[in-house]
């Protein structure tokens, strides 16, 4: 994936609107944090890569199967989802 292109990725996860439930093609919507989630939105293809499967055991572990949020809910600090998304839109 080109420079240009990841910074472009990078700037539409940060930006995904908090009330918007409109998800665009590609992308899966998350909820990140341990008291108050945040709604982040992610290419699918994050989800093969090791270090996104490390932070989707986490909330298989304190979920399970269940996800109160309504949607795909990571028990993280944002700043690290954010370290972890900002290694991987540069790979």
Do not use: W
Not at 58 to 71: K, T
């Amino acid at each position: 994936m080109g420079v240009k292109l990841a910074a472009v990725l990078a700037k539409q996860i940060r930006k995904a609107p908090p009330t918007s439930f409109d998800v665009p093609k590609g992308f899966i919507a998350v909820y990140v944090g341990q008291a108050q989630k945040k709604r982040f939105l992610i290419p699918v293809s994050y989800l093969n890569q090791p270090s996104f499967q490390h932070l989707l055991s986490l909330a298989e572990e304190e979920f399970g199967f269940h996800h109160p949020m309504g949607g795909l809910t990571i028990p993280c600090r944002v700043d690290t989802f954010n370290a972890v998304i900002s290694n991987l839109s540069r790979s």
